[in-house]
């Protein structure tokens, strides 16, 4: 698949710990094709957030990428200067971070933040169209002009949300990954910023990469999902293969542990805990929380196979019927 | 005496900021049930459980709790009802003294309130507590909060609220920081303390699904108002009020039929005027909703609607909510008489 706008390949992140390695990336791979939107998601971590940052080489000591590739159209991330991998965040990959509250500066006008973030990468206007370019992008995203002179404070949570996605996408980027960029709005909210971000995405023609936890917003938003745990995919498919059909065990816990507007019946969680990374289980890392788990769950680790159309499925057991 | 805690026109204001307008409800004992408040952030559901609570005093209005003013209650009445009306908040990681051992939450509670009178005793009933919520006291006792995850310090204070055989829990936003797959697990607990022990619970939530999957009755809240209310399963399938409509229609399902429109980008809210808060948003807003706030219309037995669209239905009898708030089956059902006097 030459098409594809990013291409991981095995990707791996360690963090140092006194008590060794911890491996929160483990052998990630998956494609993105030009204006797709992927998702990612699992419970908290589970290495979502991680990989978000390692697409963009952002993971910070004692955090370190030791391993795969990540090329962005073709061209290879880790063999960029520092300064060219700079240029190429939000040019060419835009992050929509967790808690817009947080990422924006606090003592300085949101239209001075974009106008930032253009001069970084080196967009010089005069101040007539660079206005003219500030108002055009808030308009994009659904705020008013006169936002540009207000400050972060002055704004709604949502408003906050779209004014980092008018950031995110100042430059075009080609792929734009969005951090849970919704968790802190109430569901009105949440729906309106992502049909923006929706509607952005289409015409830029950008692919996303949405992660989260609320599978319900990954139905509603991406076209293919992939779930991830202790740090691998178990599980990637067409997002409506998903949500009927799962073939994971922990996939299907997930979808049925989210109560639901559609069925009213017990509340199921997952039995256990999450797994601690740095000591993860041997076999399948699910296994000790999994119904299905057997004797080889505990010796062998399932590969990612094709299971159905244009899935991929890590479990020995895919094929059983819940 | 059936009627455990009233809430009389009660408003809260702070400073030129309405948080809780004209709310009354009451809470009657014979008919335990788990009502769940919803609404989006800002819509005052966090201060109905304080003014509940007796946390905030209203600005105007009153709680009555037995028939007393919260205010004027003397001090054995006052034990009574902190024994009686129990608080389980938002934050599991708030509530305890990181020095502590976790047993310090469970015992403060226990000697406060004499509910001992040995060691013994004291182990005993900590013990069955904790078990009530499905943990082992064995894996719990003796343990530091940092030792334990947030699912079972929540867990925890949910048995530090059963120690005290309670009447009535409010819960604001037990869950929103709990992970999805450890919300089931605490829901379900709170669920089974009603069942067995017919513990009334306010459920203060923003989330309509875990509110449509535990309670018998949910208030929806809109700016400080009370939007809708009544039976859970016909607010979520038969919403009246054009809020709880946008709000139904919100929630991302996990189907592979996909509710969100691709170009609705829902109306962004407005400033409030003098009347219907929700007018600025609402797709059928008439002259009336500009003048005054609606009242709550009767639109059934279990529902009352604050929208000038089922003005047809007379109005709440006393505004009192509880008059709509089904109980748990074999409960006195809400009493249509009282709703109809005016046709």
């Known amino acids: 698949m030459s098409g594809a706008v990013l291409e991981v390949t095995d990707l791996c992140v360690s963090y140092a710990h006194p008590l060794g390695l911890v491996r929160a990336v483990d052998g990630v791979s998956f494609r993105l094709a030009p204006g797709e939107r992927f998702g990612l998601a699992g419970e908290s971590g589970c290495g979502k957030s991680t990989m978000a940052l390692a697409i963009l080489r952002m993971i910070r000591p004692p955090g370190r990428i030791d391993g795969g590739s990540v090329r962005l159209d073709g061209v290879e991330l880790s063999s ?16 929509v971070p967790q808690g817009s509250m947080n990422s924006l500066n606090p003592v300085m006008r949101i239209g001075r933040q974009i106008e930032d973030a253009l001069a970084n990468h080196g967009v010089a206007l005069p101040r007539k169209a660079l206005n003219a370019r500030i108002a055009d992008l808030l308009s994009t995203v659904g705020l008013r002009g006169e936002v540009a002179a207000m400050y972060p404070h002055e704004l709604s949570g949502g408003m906050k949300q779209r004014a980092c996605i008018a950031i995110a996408i100042c430059l075009s980027p080609r792929v734009i990954i969005a951090d849970e960029p919704t968790s802190a709005l109430d569901v009105v909210v949440q729906r309106q910023v992502m049909e923006t971000l929706a509607r952005v995405q289409r015409d830029l023609g950008a692919a996303v990469i949405l992660v989260g936890h609320d599978m319900g917003l990954m139905a509603q938003f991406v076209d293919r999902l992939g779930i991830m745990y202790a740090g691998r995919l178990v599980e990637v498919a067409p997002v409506g293969t998903m949500v009927t059909a799962p073939r994971h065990p922990y996939t299907r816990a997930l979808i049925s542990s989210l109560p639901s507007l559609d069925r009213k019946g017990e509340l199921q969680g997952i039995p256990g805990l999450a797994p601690l990374l740095r000591d993860l289980p041997p076999g399948c890392a699910f296994h000790p929380r999994c119904p299905l788990a057997a004797e080889r769950c505990r010796r062998e680790a399932p590969a990612l196979r094709t299971a159905g159309e244009a899935a991929v499925v890590a479990c020995h057991f895919a094929e059983t019927a819940p | 005496m059936t009627e455990l805690l009233r809430a009389e026109h009660a408003t809260k204001t702070f400073g030129p900021l309405t948080a809780l307008s004209d709310l009354s409800l009451t809470i009657d004992e014979r008919r335990p049930a788990i009502t769940a408040v919803v609404g989006e952030s800002g819509s005052g559901k966090t201060t109905l459980a304080r003014v509940l609570l007796g946390l905030e005093m209203p600005s105007s ?35 305890y003294n990181p020095f502590y051992r976790v047993d310090h939450v469970l015992l403060t509670p226990v000697r406060k309130f004499r509910l001992a009178m040995s060691a013994a005793q004291r182990r005993a009933l900590i013990e069955a507590a904790l078990r009530a919520v499905g943990l082992q006291p064995e894996e719990i006792l003796g343990r530091f909060p940092h030792q334990l995850s947030g699912g079972q310090r929540q867990r925890i204070m949910v048995a530090r609220a059963l120690l005290l055989r309670p009447k009535l829990i409010v819960a604001d936003e037990p869950v929103s920081m709990v992970d999805a797959s450890l919300r089931a697990t605490i829901l379900t607990s709170l669920r089974t303390l009603h069942e067995e022990l017919g513990i009334s619970i306010v459920y203060i939530t923003h989330d309509l699904a875990t509110a449509y999957q535990i309670s018998h009755n949910i208030l929806v809240m809109y700016r400080a108002r009370v939007a ?49 808060a929700f007018m600025g948003r609402c797709p059928e807003g008439g002259a009336a909703c500009a003048a005054t706030p609606p009242p709550l219309f009767r639109t059934a037995v279990d529902r009352a609607v604050a929208c000038y669209r089922y003005r047809e239905a007379p109005e709440l009898a006393g505004a009192d909510l509880g008059e709509v708030l089904i109980g748990r089956p074999g409960a006195p059902p809400p009493d249509p008489a009282k709703g109809r006097e005016a046709l």
């Open chain 1, 80 to 95: 960029l200067s520092r300064e060219a991998m700079r240029q190429l965040r939000l040019a060419g990959i835009a992050l």
């Open chain 2, 228 to 276: 809708e209310a009544g039976a859970t399963d016909g607010i979520v399938t038969r919403p009246e009020h054009p809020y709880t409509r946008l709000l139904i229609a919100s929630i991302p399902r996990v189907s592979s039929e996909r509710n969100w429109g691709a170009a609705a980008e829902a109306a962004a809210a407005g400033p409030g005027g003098a009347g219907c």
């Open chain 2, 61 to 95: 209005g009153r709680v009555l709790y037995r028939g007393k003013d919260l205010r004027t209650l003397g001090t054995e009445a006052r034990m009574t009802f902190r024994r009686e009306v129990q608080a389980i908040f938002q934050d599991p990681y708030e509530v």
